[in-house]
C-alpha cells in the first residue's frame, strides 16, 4: 500500500488530482494466499501505535494525529474522509470505487487522510472495536457503511478460504472416488472372472461323463456324441496305428454286426486340468459277445481337450491296447527233445534251449533262464512279452532254426548243437 503525497504533506496541499493505490484496485480475495488481508492487519497495527501516541486530539482542527513516523494522517472538523477539495475527492473516490472498498463521504470518520497512510486508516477502519480501546476515546464511531465495507472484506475472505477449501474437499473427494472406483472395478473383474470359470470351466468328472458318452455310443454306431466334442482339426490315433482325422474317425464309428454286441466302461480316470486345456488318461475295459462267445480287452486312451470359443472339445487322442499273453495249448512230451540244443545269432551271440522234466526253458548267454509256454505245435511264448518263439524244420522234419518273431519281424538264430 503507497500515496503518492509527500511526507507530511497535508492532502489539502498538494494541489494535485491524486490516485489512490488502496489494493491495487483489487479485492482483498484476488491476493494469492490472503497476502491482502495480512497486509491489512500490518496496516492496523501500524495504526494502533500512532493512535497511541497522539492521544486524544479529536477537537484539534487540522492537527495530525501521529508524529513523522505516520505521514499523512491528518483530522478535519468536516465528515468528508478524503478532503473538502472537489478534485481531490473525485480522485480518491475514484480509486475507492474501483477498489470496491470506498467511496465518496462513505466514512464518519472527522479529519483527513494523506495519500500516503490512507490503507492504515482503512484497517483501523476495519478493526473498530479493537480501534476503540487501543485509542482510548478518539472519538471514533464507524457508521453503518463501515460496518458494511467490514462484512464485505470479511466476506471476500471467507470466500477465499471457503473456495481453497472446497478446492482441497474436491480433490480428496475425487480421489477417494477414483480409488473406490478401482476397488469396485476390480472385484466386478474378479467376480467376472469367477462367474466366467464356474460357467465354461471343466472338471475331473465332467470329462469322465462325457468320454463315456463316447464310448457307450460305438456299439449303436450313434456318431452324435464324436462330432460334438471332437474339434475339427483332431488327431486321433488308434489301437492299430491309424492315423484319422475327424471325418475318419466319425465314419469308423459304425454299429456292430448282427450276433456282436459289448460295452466298453472308463475306468482309472486320471486328469490334469489348466486354464484352457485339460488332459484325460483312463483305461478302457470292454467286453464283446459274438454269437453268445465272451471276450475281453483292455485299452489305455489320452484325450486332449482344449477350450476354444467358449467350447470344450478333443483336439488329440492316443489309444493303445495292453498285451495279454494268449492262452496256453497242449504240449507234447514226445518233441520237447527235438527243441533242445544251442541256437547262434552270430558267433559269440547265442543263447540255449533246455528241458526240465516237461518244461521247456530260453536261456540267452549268462542271463536266467525262462520258460517256454506253449501256444501251439511249434509255437511257444514267454509270459508277459510280446512276441512268439516258433521251432523251424527241414525238410526231413529235424529242427534247424528257432525265429524269434516280434510284430511280424523274424529273427532267425541257426541251431548249431
Not at 453503518?144 to 472484506?153: D, P, W
Not at 462267445?293 to 489320452?302: D, E, L, P
Not at 523251424?392 to 519281424?409: M, P, Q, S, T
Request: proline share 2%.
Amino acid at each position: 500500500m503507497r500515496g503518492n503525497a509527500p511526507r507530511g504533506e497535508d492532502a489539502t496541499q498538494s494541489g494535485k488530482s491524486r490516485e489512490v493505490h488502496v489494493f491495487q484496485k483489487r479485492s482483498v480475495g484476488d491476493e494469492e494466499s490472503g497476502a491482502g488481508v495480512f497486509q491489512l492487519i500490518a496496516g492496523f497495527a501500524l495504526a494502533i501505535r500512532g493512535i497511541e501516541k497522539c492521544g486524544d486530539t479529536s477537537g484539534e482542527r487540522g492537527r495530525m494525529i501521529g508524529d513523522g513516523e505516520f505521514p499523512g494522517v491528518g483530522k478535519e472538523d468536516s465528515n468528508d474522509f478524503s478532503g473538502s477539495e472537489s478534485g481531490e475527492d473525485e480522485a480518491t473516490g475514484k480509486g475507492f470505487d474501483e477498489a470496491a472498498i470506498f467511496g465518496e463521504s462513505e466514512t464518519a470518520i472527522a479529519g483527513r487522510v494523506n495519500q500516503g497512510c490512507l490503507a492504515v486508516v482503512l484497517s483501523a477502519a476495519l478493526q473498530d472495536k479493537l480501534m476503540d480501546e487501543a485509542a482510548g476515546g478518539i472519538g471514533v464511531e464507524l457508521g453503518a457503511k463501515q460496518k458494511q465495507v467490514k462484512n464485505k472484506i470479511a466476506a471476500v475472505y471467507s470466500f477465499d478460504r471457503s473456495s481453497t477449501w472446497e478446492k482441497i474437499m474436491r480433490k480428496r473427494i475425487a480421489a477417494s472416488a477414483f480409488f473406490l472406483g478401482g476397488v469396485l472395478a476390480l472385484g466386478l473383474i474378479m467376480l467376472s472372472s469367477t462367474a466366467c470359470k464356474g460357467k465354461t470351466g471343466i472338471t475331473h468328472d465332467e470329462l469322465v461323463r462325457r468320454t463315456q458318452e463316447l464310448l457307450g455310443s460305438v456299439a449303436g454306431g450313434d456318431q452324435t456324441p464324436w462330432k460334438k466334442y471332437f474339434a475339427d482339426d483332431c488327431m486321433y490315433f488308434d489301437e492299430k496305428g491309424r492315423n484319422m482325422n475327424k471325418a475318419a474317425l466319425v465314419a469308423d464309428v459304425t454299429p456292430l454286426p448282427i450276433g456282436y454286441s459289448g460295452s466298453i466302461k472308463v475306468v482309472n480316470a486320471q486328469s490334469h486340468i489348466e486354464r484352457n486345456v485339460a488332459i484325460m488318461s483312463y483305461d478302457m475295459d470292454e467286453t464283446e459277445t459274438v454269437f453268445g462267445q465272451n471276450m475281453t480287452a483292455r485299452y489305455h486312451a489320452t484325450d486332449t481337450w482344449m477350450r476354444r470359443h467358449g467350447q470344450w472339445q478333443i483336439v488329440a487322442a492316443q489309444v493303445l491296447r495292453y498285451y495279454e499273453d494268449p492262452a496256453a495249448g497242449k504240449l507234447d512230451r514226445t518233441k520237447l527233445a527235438e527243441y533242445v540244443g544251442t541256437y547262434e545269432l552270430a558267433p559269440a551271440n547265442r543263447l540255449t534251449i533246455s528241458v526240465d522234466g516237461d518244461q521247456l526253458y530260453r536261456q540267452r548267454g549268462d542271463q536266467p533262464k525262462g520258460p517256454l509256454i506253449p501256444e501251439t505245435a511249434d509255437i511257444f511264448f514267454r509270459k508277459g512279452v510280446e512276441g512268439r518263439i516258433l521251432f523251424r524244420r527241414e525238410d526231413h522234419g529235424k529242427v534247424d532254426a528257432l525265429i524269434d518273431r516280434r510284430n511280424n519281424e523274424d529273427v532267425i538264430w541257426k541251431k548249431v548243437q
